[in-house]
């Protein structure tokens, strides 16, 4: 059983959003490997704040070329739309939690390679906003 003080700090974390954030610092210093690793996590933090202060896009991994190349993976045959199933299933794999449920082309169960993009990089950002919201 937990002590109280182990409680209080898991609370402090997950409150925080502190492993989240720490996790995302970590990929980017080990994606990008720069020589002034301090420097980097110093500009990284500083975009993160500037991001929650005027609620434009924060540091992120993931650009449009990579979900791109997501996106014709799972439509091998260039159909220019994928089931909601393989939408979902990719927008989990790139650790998107909060999945919209109802994208354009739900219905259809087809969700076209726009409507992936969007839904992939919204979620994206929020993932990367590891801030508390004002």
Known sequence: MATQREEDAAEYLKKHNI????????CMLFFHRPDKPREFLIEQL???KIS???????PNLFNNANLDAVFGILDPTNQKHITF?????????L???????????????RISH?????EAMQGL????????QL
């Open 19 to 26: 492993i989240e954030l720490l996790d995302n610092l970590s």
């Open 125 to 132: 950002l929020r993932c990367s906003a590891t801030y508390e």
């Open 52 to 58: 929650q202060q005027t609620g434009m896009k924060g």
């Open 95 to 109: 650790g998107i939690k909060d999945i919209n449920e109802c994208p354009d082309g739900a219905n259809e169960d």
């Open 46 to 48: 500083e975009q993160l």
């Open 114 to 118: 726009e409507t992936f993009r969007t």
């Open 85 to 93: 199933a393989q939408y979902k299933q990719a927008l989990m794999t």
